[in-house]
């Protein structure tokens, strides 16, 4: 018999999708080629950081930022404008909570982690750029500075924001949507939808390309970790037999 709605179930099987072994459900050591990965991109933030810290802005910075925000054709600013509302904190933890909800009564750890994926966008940045303690990009040293911008600049929140909920999205689409053209151009579409957030920052005057950059950087290992985590309460739909 099944528990009440807000207790997972008290079959053994209820919160994963098909029988797995017990070693398997419960948290399985990430593979040695993702700790790797995860180091990796783990040293290159803190190598940036410090650099951040040190630096302002970084060697290139104004030029690639220069160069970005010489782009133009009809349409390219309220373009950006809308683009970079899709990486407002508070609109990405409303989605991160909404898979939460989802996944409670069915996968209550995947539930879990998709609720620690979107508690960490606030705290988290915030402490991160009181660590760095940079300014943002000031107006003699771009094209455009479209609003005034408030807060510090390194890393930049909404890099971070979106690639830590969007990317757990698209950690969810590679787990459970059958292996094919539909997955991949939906997990093709979503990176794209964070290149372009980062993107939209720097067009707007709001950021530094290492702003950005850093956003990238310090969220990349989180969703790394959590999408292994996630992988384990979840479970990957198998691929289709071949006919």
Do not use: C
Not at 3 to 13: E, I, K, V, Y
Not at 151 to 166: D, E, N
């Amino acid at each position: 018999m099944l528990g009440p709605p807000f207790l997972p179930s008290l079959r053994p099987n209820a919160i994963l999708p098909r029988p797995l072994s017990l070693a398997h459900a419960r948290h399985p050591p990430v593979k040695p080629t993702h700790r790797t990965l995860i180091f990796v991109i783990a040293l290159a933030a803190v190598a940036l950081f410090i650099a951040a810290a040190r630096l302002d802005p970084l060697p290139g910075d104004e030029t690639l930022a220069i160069q970005i925000q010489q782009i133009e054709f009809p349409g390219m600013l309220p373009l950006m404008q809308g683009i970079t509302i899709l990486g407002d904190g508070v609109l990405l933890a409303g989605v991160g909570l909404a898979f939460a909800v989802y996944w409670w009564a069915t996968h209550f750890r995947a539930a879990a982690y998709a609720a620690a994926a979107t508690l960490l966008i606030m705290p988290t940045g915030w402490l991160l750029k009181l660590f760095v303690d940079r300014p943002r990009p000031t107006a003699d040293a771009l094209i455009r500075i479209t609003s005034d911008f408030s807060g510090l600049g390194f890393p930049s929140g909404h890099a971070f924001q979106s690639t830590l909920v969007i990317g757990l999205l698209i950690g969810v689409a590679a787990l459970r949507m059958r292996p094919g053209r539909l997955r991949l151009a939906t997990m093709g579409l979503l990176a794209l939808l964070i290149v372009a957030i980062g993107f939209s920052r720097i067009y707007l005057g709001a950021h530094w390309p290492s702003d950005v950059l850093g956003g990238y950087l310090a969220a990349t290992p989180i969703v790394l970790v959590i999408h292994a985590r996630l992988s384990s309460a979840v479970g990957p739909i198998p691929a289709p037999p071949v006919s």
